[in-house]
């Protein structure tokens, strides 16, 4: 599943995934230069569905794999993606 972060930039979001007080998390980030973080490891839980249901699944957090892309999102001055981070969102394993 992915989103992009709504914050204003890389440092912010990966504080407000790892503070437990936010109760979200995500399996993988991917920064505007292309790297991507491990958040949580594929076999636990991440928390970045919410209340979710989509064609008959309920409860997306438990069978689905989160990506947070770094971007301040339409609140906070929207950017385009730049290259280097569409082409890490695409690859099928990070290289960090």
Not at 18 to 32: D, G, I, Q, W
Request: glycine letters at 8%; proline letters at 6%.
């Amino acid at each position: 599943m992915l989103h992009y972060t709504g914050m204003k930039d890389a440092a912010s979001a990966i504080a407000w995934l790892r503070n437990p007080e936010s109760k979200v998390s995500c399996h993988y980030l991917v920064a505007e230069d292309g790297q991507i973080l491990r958040m949580v490891p594929e076999e636990k839980r991440a928390w970045h569905a919410g209340r979710s249901y989509w064609r008959g699944n309920q409860n997306l957090n438990a069978s689905s794999i989160g990506i947070e892309i770094v971007n301040p999102g339409h609140e906070l001055g929207y950017q385009p993606f730049p290259d280097q981070q569409i082409d890490a969102s695409s690859r099928s394993s990070p290289t960090s």
